[in-house]
C-alpha cells in the first residue's frame, strides 16, 4: 500500500525506535541481523533526503548520506591490496581490501559526535553502474561495504525510484526484497503543503496548487521527451521568485519552465503569477491588515471568479504568516534570553541594571509585536465577514490559518475568539465539502475552456 510523505516519515522514525531499543539485558530487543534495512521507493523529487534529515533531527541521531550514484566500485568497498597469509603451514599472496569510504566516514562520524548510533542513508540505490549492483545487492542483504560491516546501532535507511521513472534503474531480486522492509510512497499535495508552509514557500506556488492540485506532480512521456513537475521543482521555482522580487526582475514562463519543466503548467503557473502580483497590487493586502480597504474592492470580489477569491484569501494568508513568523522569531529569543539571564543570576546573584533595562526592552518589543499581529488578524476577519459573509471564502481562510505552522502557533499562545468560533462551528465542519465541490467544478470549467482554445 502506498504511503505519504509524512506516514513514511513516522514509520521511519517507529523503525528506528524499534531497532534502538534495549532489553534488560543491554541488547538490541531486534538482534542486528534481523534490522532490516529501510528501503524507500518512490518518484523522483519528492523529497526523500529532506525526509532524512528532519527525521535525524527529531530523532536527535547523527545523519550521514550519500548518492551512491556518485561512488565507484573502489569507493564503495575499498581498494585491494595484496597481503602474505600461511595456510597450512604455507605462505600465500591473499588479495584483502582497505576500509570502504563510507564506512570509514561512519566511524569518522561516531568519533566527531560522540554517538554510538545513527543513521546511514544511501540514496537512488536502485540506479548504480553494473560493476556496483553487486555490492549494493551485499550491502542490503548483509550491511557490508567489501568486507567492512556498517557498526552496530547504525540504521540503514536506502532510497530508490521506481523503473517507470528511470531508464537506469535496476530491478531488485526475491532474495534481497525478503531482507528490507521495503515502504513505497507518492506524491500528496495536502501533505506537501505543510512543509511547504514551513519552509515559507511562495504563497503565489500555493495558492495555484489549491487550486490546481493535480499540477503539484506530473510526469509524463511523450515523443518529444519527458515532461514533469516534481515536489523539488515547486520549492526551487520558489527560491527563485523571492529573490527576483527582491530584485525587482520580472518573470516570465521561460523563467518558470526552467524549474516546471512541463509546457503546459508552466504557461499556466506564469499567467496565474501575473494575476497573483496583480491582485496583491489591486487589493493592498497590507491596507487590509491595518483595517483600511476601498469599497470597490468589496464589491469587486463579489462579483470575482472564484479563483480570485481563493487568490485573495491566499495572498492574506501567506501575509500573515510572515507576520507570525517574525513575532515567533523575537518570542524564541527572549525566550533564550531568559533562561541564559536566569542561569547568570543563579550563578552571580543580582543582574546588572543595564542588563534588565535590556531585557525589558527585548519584552517590550515582543509585547508590541504580538499586540499589532493580532490586530492584523482582527482586520483580516474584518475584511473576509465583509466580502465572503460566511461563506466557504471564510472557511477556507480559518482552515489555512490552521494549516500555516506560524499562524497555527500564535493562535495558540495568543488566542482569538473569532478563529475558535469558526474553527468550533458547523460552518467549519460542513464547508469543506464545499469548498472541494466548488474546487472540483472551477477546474472542470478551466479544463473545458482551455480544451475549447
Same mark, same amino acid.
Given at each position: 500500500?502506498?504511503?505519504?510523505?509524512?506516514r513514511?516519515k513516522e514509520?521511519?522514525k517507529?523503525t528506528?525506535?524499534?531497532?534502538?531499543?534495549?532489553?534488560?539485558?543491554g541488547?538490541?530487543r531486534?538482534?542486528v541481523?534481523?534490522?532490516?534495512p529501510?528501503?524507500?521507493?518512490?518518484?523522483?523529487?519528492?523529497?526523500?533526503p529532506?525526509?532524512?534529515?528532519q527525521?535525524?533531527?527529531?530523532?536527535g541521531?547523527?545523519?550521514?548520506?550519500?548518492?551512491i550514484?556518485?561512488?565507484?566500485?573502489?569507493s564503495a568497498?575499498?581498494?585491494?591490496?595484496?597481503?602474505?597469509?600461511e595456510?597450512?603451514?604455507?605462505m600465500h599472496?591473499?588479495?584483502?581490501y582497505?576500509m570502504?569510504?563510507?564506512i570509514?566516514?561512519?566511524?569518522e562520524?561516531?568519533?566527531?559526535?560522540g554517538?554510538?548510533e545513527?543513521i546511514?542513508?544511501?540514496?537512488?540505490?536502485?540506479?548504480?553502474?553494473?560493476?556496483?549492483?553487486?555490492?549494493?545487492?551485499?550491502?542490503l542483504?548483509?550491511?557490508?561495504?567489501?568486507?567492512?560491516?556498517?557498526?552496530e546501532?547504525?540504521?540503514?535507511?536506502?532510497a530508490?525510484n521506481?523503473?517507470?521513472?528511470?531508464?537506469?534503474?535496476?530491478e531488485?531480486?526475491? *532474495?534481497? =526484497?525478503?531482507?528490507?522492509?521495503k515502504i +513505497? %510512497?507518492?506524491a500528496?499535495?495536502?501533505?506537501?503543503?505543510e512543509?511547504?508552509? @514551513?519552509q515559507?514557500i511562495h504563497?503565489?506556488?500555493i495558492?495555484?496548487l489549491?487550486?490546481?492540485?493535480?499540477?503539484?506532480y506530473?510526469?509524463?512521456?511523450?515523443?518529444?521527451g519527458?515532461?514533469?513537475?516534481?515536489?523539488?521543482?515547486?520549492?526551487?521555482?520558489?527560491?527563485?521568485l523571492?529573490v527576483?522580487e527582491a530584485?525587482?526582475i520580472p518573470?516570465?514562463?521561460e523563467?518558470?519552465g526552467?524549474?516546471?519543466?512541463?509546457g503546459?503548467?508552466?504557461?499556466?503557473?506564469?499567467?496565474?503569477?501575473?494575476?497573483?502580483?496583480?491582485?496583491?497590487?489591486?487589493?493592498?493586502i497590507?491596507g487590509?491588515?491595518k483595517?483600511?480597504w476601498?469599497?470597490?474592492?468589496?464589491e469587486k470580489?463579489k462579483?470575482?471568479?472564484?479563483?480570485?477569491?481563493?487568490?485573495? *484569501?491566499? =495572498?492574506?494568508?501567506?501575509?500573515l504568516? +510572515? %507576520?507570525?513568523?517574525?513575532v515567533q522569531?523575537?518570542d524564541?529569543?527572549v525566550? @533564550?534570553?531568559?533562561?541564559?539571564?536566569?542561569?547568570?543570576?543563579?550563578?552571580e546573584g543580582?543582574?546588572?541594571e543595564?542588563i534588565?533595562?535590556?531585557?525589558?526592552?527585548q519584552?517590550?518589543?515582543?509585547e508590541?509585536?504580538v499586540?499589532?499581529?493580532?490586530?492584523?488578524?482582527?482586520?483580516a476577519?474584518?475584511?473576509?465577514e465583509?466580502?465572503?459573509?460566511?461563506?466557504?471564502?471564510l472557511?477556507?481562510?480559518?482552515t489555512e490559518?490552521t494549516?500555516n505552522p506560524?499562524?497555527?502557533?500564535f493562535?495558540s499562545e495568543?488566542?482569538?475568539?473569532?478563529y475558535?468560533?469558526y474553527n468550533?462551528?458547523?460552518?467549519?465542519?460542513?464547508?469543506?465539502?464545499?469548498?472541494?465541490?466548488?474546487?472540483?467544478a472551477?477546474?472542470?470549467?478551466?479544463?473545458?475552456?482551455?480544451?475549447g482554445?
Open positions: 500500500r502506498l504511503m505519504n510523505i509524512k513514511a514509520e521511519i517507529h528506528i525506535d524499534a531497532y534502538h531499543l534495549r532489553g534488560a539485558d541488547k538490541y531486534i538482534p541481523i534481523r534490522q532490516r529501510v528501503l524507500l521507493m518512490g518518484p523522483p523529487g519528492i523529497g526523500k529532506q525526509i532524512m534529515e527525521v535525524a533531527e527529531e530523532c541521531l547523527p545523519l550521514l548520506s550519500y548518492t550514484t556518485h561512488h565507484t566500485r573502489q568497498i575499498g581498494l585491494p591490496f595484496i597481503r602474505e597469509k595456510y597450512q603451514g604455507k599472496s591473499v588479495t584483502e582497505t570502504s569510504e563510507i570509514s566516514a561512519v566511524y562520524k561516531m568519533e566527531e559526535t554517538q554510538q545513527g546511514l542513508f544511501i540514496d537512488e540505490i536502485n540506479c548504480v553502474s553494473e560493476t556496483l549492483a553487486p555490492t549494493m545487492l551485499q550491502f542483504q548483509c550491511k557490508t561495504f567489501g568486507n567492512q560491516q556498517v557498526p546501532g547504525w540504521i540503514i535507511v536506502a530508490g521506481p523503473p517507470e521513472y528511470n531508464k537506469s534503474v535496476r531488485f531480486d526475491i *532474495v534481497t =526484497l525478503d531482507r528490507v522492509k +513505497e %510512497i507518492q500528496d499535495y495536502q501533505v506537501w503543503k512543509f511547504a508552509y @514551513e515559507k504563497g503565489a506556488i495558492s495555484y489549491d487550486i490546481k492540485p493535480d499540477n503539484f506530473q510526469i509524463e512521456t511523450t515523443v518529444d519527458k515532461r514533469f513537475v516534481t515536489a523539488r521543482g515547486w520549492q526551487d521555482l520558489s527560491e527563485i523571492q527576483y530584485l525587482d518573470v516570465d514562463q523563467v518558470v526552467q524549474y516546471l519543466q512541463h503546459r503548467i508552466a504557461k499556466d503557473f506564469a499567467a496565474y503569477f501575473d494575476l497573483y502580483a496583480k491582485y496583491k497590487t489591486d487589493y493592498q497590507d487590509i491588515l483595517g483600511v476601498k469599497p470597490s474592492a468589496i470580489l462579483f470575482a471568479a472564484f479563483d480570485e477569491r481563493l487568490s485573495v *484569501v491566499g =495572498l492574506l494568508i501567506s501575509r504568516g +510572515e %507576520i507570525f513568523s517574525q522569531a523575537v524564541e529569543q525566550t @533564550e534570553v531568559y533562561e541564559q539571564l536566569k542561569a547568570k543570576k543563579a550563578l543580582e543582574l546588572d543595564a534588565r533595562a535590556d531585557f525589558e526592552a519584552v517590550s518589543r515582543r508590541q509585536m499586540e499589532e499581529a493580532a490586530e492584523n488578524l482582527e482586520c476577519f474584518d475584511f473576509c465583509t466580502a465572503f459573509g460566511e461563506g466557504q471564502e472557511v477556507v481562510f480559518v490559518l494549516i506560524y499562524s497555527s502557533w493562535i495568543n488566542g482569538c475568539d473569532r475558535y468560533k468550533k462551528g458547523l460552518l467549519f465542519r460542513e464547508g469543506r465539502q464545499g469548498i472541494l465541490d466548488d474546487m472540483d472551477l477546474r472542470d470549467r478551466m479544463e473545458r475552456r482551455e480544451g482554445q
